[in-house]
């Protein structure tokens, strides 16, 4: 092929492409996709996973103090469902050609980013009701329109953990409702986990869509089906009747229902804290990492275990087949 040709191929492969995901088809592992596709999905599909697997960390923090029996059981079981989306997302962008290995190598050397909410620390029990209700509340959010996402294993992995982050949200709500009508000091204390922990949340959603470095490739090939700013507003939006039914304060002074919009106009994030905690110098990102470090060295025998088992196995078909 010359290489008028093949230029020429490499177009008409890209309009294919182009027009299955304008046609909502889904691209599946073995399909054509550019290689800026793939690279972008990687990005994003191995940080999502992260983010589900270091945001165990500060919430199994609080299995062992949880006040009763029924709320460690609860939380335990969270923090699992955690580790489950994880292994979905791994297992989804493994899919793109790119190993388990080298994923987690990205994570701990830190050329991966994994969710900047990650990084606060969890102070109270009010904190694990905060983040149930928004954290999860915002990944739902998030989550919704990547269900429709272009690239199958991602959206299909996306039906179920949505389903679980649903049950998350309650969990979460549940504890601030419990707090927010319970002694004035309870009230107090949810009233803290909620001022600490709503305007990371809003940070949840990224930059601003004129500062956002993927987000035009993300939606042209629909891996984004919406824009940060927009699903940010919808998260405000659904979070101030809730405030106003745990009866406490809204953190935001600034927040007014803007009629002609249709939506609240909200204060101004502090960008500069949102970019030096995904940069590394958060409160805890030099703690989680170094955890999971050691988690993960502890895990090399069952990983080992797995490969001998594998190969014995191999062997013992091809003892079979002689
Ligand atoms: N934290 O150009 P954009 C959960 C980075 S799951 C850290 O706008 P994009 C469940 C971004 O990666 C929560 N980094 O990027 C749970 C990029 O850096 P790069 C996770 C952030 O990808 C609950 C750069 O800034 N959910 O919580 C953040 O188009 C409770 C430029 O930004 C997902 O990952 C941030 N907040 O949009 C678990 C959902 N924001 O890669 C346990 C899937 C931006 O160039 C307990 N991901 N960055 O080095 C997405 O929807 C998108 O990736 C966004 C960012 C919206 C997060």
């Given at each position: 092929m010359t290489a008028t040709d093949q230029s020429k191929h490499a177009t008409e492969l890209e309009e294919n492409f182009q027009s299955r995901v304008d046609a909502e088809q889904k691209i599946e592992p073995k399909d054509w996709m550019p290689p800026g596709y793939r690279k972008n999905l990687i990005r994003q599909i191995s940080q999502h996973a992260h983010s589900e697997v270091i945001g165990m960390q500060p919430e199994g923090n609080w299995i062992t103090r949880a006040p009763s029996l029924r709320r460690k059981a609860v939380l335990l079981a969270k923090v699992q469902d955690e580790a489950g989306h994880g292994l979905y997302l791994?297992?989804?962008?493994?899919?793109?050609?790119?190993?388990?290995?080298?994923?987690?190598?990205?994570?701990?050397?830190?050329?991966?980013?994994?969710?900047?909410?990650?990084?606060?620390?969890?102070?109270?029990?009010?904190?694990?009701?905060?983040?149930?209700?928004?954290?999860?509340?915002?990944?739902?959010c998030n989550q919704v329109s990547l269900q429709r996402t272009s690239y199958g294993p991602y959206a299909r992995g996306m039906i179920r953990i949505c389903k679980e982050e649903s049950f998350h949200q309650r969990q979460g709500y549940q504890i601030m409702i419990e707090l927010a009508k319970g002694s004035p000091a309870q009230k107090q204390m949810a009233q803290d986990?909620?001022?600490?922990?709503?305007?990371?949340?809003?940070?949840?959603?990224?930059?601003?869509?004129?500062?956002?470095?993927?987000?035009?490739?993300?939606?042209?090939?629909?891996?984004?089906?919406?824009?940060?700013?927009?699903?940010?507003?919808?998260?405000?939006?659904?979070?101030?009747?809730?405030?106003?039914?745990?009866?406490?304060?809204?953190?935001?002074?600034?927040?007014?229902?803007?009629?002609?919009?249709?939506?609240?106009?909200?204060?101004?994030?502090?960008?500069?804290?949102?970019?030096?905690?995904?940069?590394?110098?958060?409160?805890?990102?030099?703690?989680?990492?170094?955890?999971?470090?050691?988690?993960?060295?502890?895990?090399?025998?069952?990983?080992?275990?797995?490969?001998?088992?594998?190969?014995?196995?191999?062997?013992?078909?091809?003892d079979a087949a002689a």
């Open positions: 791994y297992s989804a962008t493994e899919s793109l050609g790119i190993s388990r290995a080298e994923l987690i190598a990205a994570l701990q050397d830190g050329s991966a980013k994994y969710a900047s909410i990650f990084n606060y620390p969890t102070q109270t029990w009010g904190d694990i009701g905060a983040i149930g209700w928004l954290v999860d509340g915002a990944a739902i986990s909620l001022n600490r922990f709503y305007w990371p949340s809003l940070m949840m959603f990224g930059p601003h869509d004129s500062e956002s470095a993927h987000s035009a490739k993300s939606m042209k090939w629909r891996i984004k089906r919406e824009t940060n700013d927009d699903l940010r507003q919808k998260f405000i939006d659904q979070t101030v009747p809730q405030i106003e039914y745990l009866g406490l304060e809204h953190p935001d002074k600034e927040l007014k229902w803007n009629e002609s919009r249709g939506h609240y106009d909200s204060g101004e994030i502090d960008w500069e804290e949102f970019q030096n905690v995904i940069n590394g110098n958060g409160h805890c990102n030099r703690q989680r990492i170094q955890h999971h470090v050691k988690a993960h060295e502890e895990g090399a025998w069952v990983r080992d275990a797995q490969i001998a088992y594998n190969e014995k196995q191999k062997a013992r078909q091809t």
